[in-house]
C-alpha cells in the first residue's frame, strides 16, 4: 500500500482527525477551506484508490478493509464497499464512510489526519484534473496549512500537559484569537506565521507560570 506523499503534514491519532485535527477542522467552515474540500472530493475514488494500490472498480466493488485501525489491518472477511453510482465508500466492519464520504474521507481514515489535510494531498496529485481556479489562489496552500498545523500541534502538546479547567479553558481562547484572525483578516503566510508565533508565546509564558 503506498501513502500519498506526505507533503503538507500530518498528525496521528486515534480518531480519523485526532486533537490537532480538530483544531483544522474549525477553519474548514470557512469558503476558502470548504471550497479546496469540494474540489478535492470532485476527484474519482478509483483514482485515489489506485494511489493505495487497492483493487477497487465499478466491477470489483466490495474488498477487505484498507484501514489499519480494523482490526489492526488485518480484517478477514471484506466489509469495505465502493458505491461507483455517488463516488462514496462505507465499510460494515468498522462503521467508516456513508453515501456521502469521498476522496476527503478515505484519505484521512487511511492517513489518520482531518479532511483539510487530506484534501490538500489528493490536490497535489489531481490539480490536473480540477479546476485550479481556486485551489491555490493569492496564499500558497502548503504553506499555510504548515502554518495551521504548527499551531495544532502546539494546541495538542498543551492540551497534554495541561489537563485542568483553568487551562483547556485558556487554550480554548487562544484557540478562539486564532480563528479570529483567519476569519476575519485576509492575512499573507508570513502575517499569519507571526500571529502564530506571538499566540505561541502567549501558551508558553503561561505554560512556565503553571
Known amino acids: 500500500m503506498r501513502p500519498i ?15 490537532a485535527g480538530d483544531i483544522t477542522a474549525a477553519f ?9 474540500i469540494e474540489r478535492a472530493n470532485t476527484v474519482p475514488l ?11 472498480d465499478e466491477y470489483n466493488r466490495k474488498i477487505i478493509c484498507p484501514f489499519k485501525h480494523h482490526k489492526g489491518g488485518h480484517e478477514s472477511t471484506p466489509s469495505f464497499y465502493y458505491n461507483a453510482h455517488n463516488n462514496s465508500f462505507r465499510c460494515y466492519g468498522c462503521g467508516v464512510g456513508h453515501p456521502n464520504a469521498h ?15 487530506a484534501a490538500s494531498k ?14 491555490f489562489d493569492k496564499h500558497d496552500f502548503s504553506e499555510r496549512l504548515q502554518i495551521m498545523m504548527d499551531f495544532a500541534d502546539t494546541v495538542r502538546e498543551f492540551r497534554q500537559i495541561c489537563a485542568d479547567e483553568k487551562s483547556q479553558k485558556f487554550i480554548e481562547d487562544m484557540c478562539w484569537v486564532y480563528d479570529q484572525h483567519n476569519l476575519k483578516h485576509d492575512h499573507t503566510n508570513e502575517a499569519l506565521r507571526r500571529v502564530v508565533e506571538q499566540i505561541k508565546d502567549k501558551i508558553i509564558s503561561y505554560t512556565c507560570q503553571m
Request: net charge negative.
Open 46 to 56: 478509483i483514482r485515489i484508490f489506485k494511489l493505495y494500490g487497492l483493487q477497487v
Open 103 to 117: 476522496g476527503c474521507e478515505f484519505v484521512a481514515a487511511m492517513e489518520n489526519v482531518s479532511k483539510v489535510v
Open 122 to 135: 489528493i490536490l497535489e496529485h489531481f490539480s490536473s484534473d480540477v479546476d485550479d481556479d481556486v485551489i
Open 5 to 19: 506523499s506526505d507533503t503538507a503534514g500530518s498528525n496521528s491519532d486515534s480518531q480519523t482527525s485526532g486533537e
Open 28 to 36: 474548514t467552515g470557512k469558503d476558502y477551506y470548504q471550497n479546496l
